[in-house]
């Protein structure tokens, strides 16, 4: 049964990331997420919905439009693949739970503004907002004290905004998303997702540099990274701040 479930949540989650893709793709351009079928980008002809399965329509279409063979980018079964990953991560850890819909919810706000700062190097307030208010939810549900989120909205993001004052180096987007989802997580998860981001993010940055697809100087979204940190904090941040701290 439990088998069951998972993979019922793991199809939902592709479901949504089918729709994330609509958020990610239209919300830059100040187009209606709500209004307007799904079209190729290049032909503008409508997709059908039989075109439309997530994952598997990319594949059966060779990733490529019906109508004009007009390349479809692989960014859109990959966003699906990672919103059913998430969904079922967080429901294998966190059951039928309320933690399990705030869980979820995050999952896909984090895939949003992951995408889109990819994108536009912005991450947009109404996200933040929407984690703000999952965060206040949440703090109904926590077993941690209210001062270990008080202190979580501010153990990076003030840092941060030092960075930001004296150097210009962090974006205000980077600071906000550090603010309300360090009220989330609490101080020790926050600390977590940073410590995540900066050693996925210097990864990434070091090999950009030798395989010279970036050079020094170059502007690089750190939204991303912040994302698969809070991400991996909301699931396993304090399990695995408590063993790193058992350690000294």
């Not at 290049?42 to 990319?58: E, G, T, V, W």
């Not at 940190?229 to 399990?239: H, P, R």
């Amino acid at each position: 049964m439990q088998l069951y479930y998972s993979i019922l949540v793991f199809i939902l989650g592709t479901i949504f990331g089918s729709f994330l893709n609509v958020i990610i793709y239209r919300l830059p351009k100040n187009e209606s997420i709500v209004y307007g079928s799904s079209h190729c980008p290049n032909c503008q002809k409508r997709i059908k919905a039989y075109d439309l399965i997530p994952i598997i329509s990319f594949f059966i279409l060779k990733g490529k439009c019906r109508s004009c063979d007009h390349p479809i980018s692989i960014r859109y079964p990959l966003v699906e693949l990672m919103t059913g990953i998430g969904f079922y991560l967080v429901f294998n850890l966190y059951q039928f739970t309320l933690t399990t819909i705030i869980g979820i919810i995050l999952t896909m706000i984090l895939i949003c503004v992951a995408m889109i700062d990819i994108d536009t190097m912005e991450i947009y307030d109404r996200f933040h907002l929407m984690i703000f208010f999952l965060a206040f939810v949440n703090l109904f549900l926590t077993s941690l004290p209210l001062l270990d989120h008080l202190i979580g909205m501010v153990v990076i993001s003030i840092p941060f905004y030092i960075i930001a004052y004296l150097t210009g180096g962090i974006g205000g987007g980077d600071i906000k998303l550090m603010f309300v989802t360090g009220l989330l997580l609490g101080y020790k998860a926050t600390l977590v997702a940073f410590f995540i981001a900066v050693i996925i993010g210097g990864t990434v940055a070091i090999y950009l540099l030798i395989s010279k697809q970036k050079e020094r100087g170059s502007k690089l979204a750190f939204g991303p990274f912040l994302c698969i940190g809070i991400y991996f904090a909301f699931l396993y941040g304090n399990t695995i701040m408590n063993w790193y701290l058992s350690l000294l």
